[in-house]
């Protein structure tokens, strides 16, 4: 099992940027892909980025490409997601999740992103 637990989200402007952080705890961290989805209100869950177990492939959404990074501390058991320039439309409900094979089975309970115009 492992457990994840989104912090970092908040209210910014729009233009401004904020840096989602995932901290994993229990099976080993390093064995899985991770990835950050977002919903907004009335809207599905949608993918935004995903980072492979080692950190060397990164996938983007076309709509973050560009202005969102993500990346990984194995060390510390934490994904991140670097959002820069953000626009309203970005304003959602972020959650990390993990998993293997492109199957996410652990989420985390998200984290509110609120970007004013």
């Given at each position: 099992q492992v457990q994840l637990v989104e912090s970092g989200g908040g209210l910014v402007q729009a233009g401004g940027s904020l840096r989602l952080s995932c901290a994993a705890s229990g099976r080993t961290f390093s064995n899985y892909g991770m990835g950050w989805f977002r919903q907004a209100p009335?809207?599905?869950?949608e993918f935004v980025a995903a980072i492979g177990w080692s950190g060397s492939r990164t996938y983007y959404a076309d709509?973050?490409?560009g202005r969102f990074t993500?990346?990984?501390?194995?060390?510390?058991?934490t994904v991140y997601l670097q959002m820069n320039s953000l626009k309203p439309e970005?304003?959602?409900v972020y959650y990390c999740a993990g998993g293997a094979g492109g199957i996410y089975r652990y989420w985390g309970q998200g984290?509110?992103?609120t970007v004013s115009s």
């Open positions: 009335g809207k599905e869950r709509s973050v490409k993500i990346s990984r501390d194995n060390a510390k058991n970005d304003t959602a984290t509110q992103v």
